[in-house]
């Protein structure tokens, strides 16, 4: 069982910045793909980046070069840097756990609220 918990979000202003993080409980975090998934009203939950451990993090289009994903395994930590944000990132960011050897285990955040606007 892994307890996803995380912090940061709010308000930001376009051209902003914001940090998200992620505190991960449980053993074996090194063996859990991270990721961060949001879903802004109306839409489906979409996947924002991903990193594996030891291995290249993955971005979703829209967010490259402007967001970036890293990954703590002795803090058990995960956190996404946003850089240049934009009205069309205002979303609930989730965290997630996937383990890649196991199809369909994952574990969800609460989610936090992440909102652009002037």
């Known amino acids: 069982q892994v307890q996803l918990v995380e912090s940061g979000g709010g308000l930001g202003q376009p051209g902003g910045s914001l940090r998200l993080s992620c505190a991960a409980s449980?053993?074996?975090?090194?063996?859990?793909?991270m990721g961060w998934y949001r879903q802004a009203p109306g839409k489906q939950r979409e996947l924002v980046a991903a990193?594996?451990?030891?291995?290249?993090?993955n971005y979703a289009e829209s967010v490259k070069g402007r967001f970036t994903i890293s990954r703590d395994n002795a803090q058990n930590t995960v956190d996404l840097q946003m850089n240049s944000l934009k009205a069309e990132d205002t979303a609930v960011y989730y965290c997630?756990?996937?383990?890649?050897?196991?199809?369909?285990?994952?574990?969800w955040g609460q989610g936090t609220q992440v909102t652009v606007s002037s």
């Open positions: 990193i594996k451990s030891g291995g290249s993090p």
């Open positions: 997630s756990a996937a383990r890649p050897d196991i199809p369909g285990l994952r574990y």
């Open positions: 449980g053993r074996v975090f090194s063996m859990y793909t």
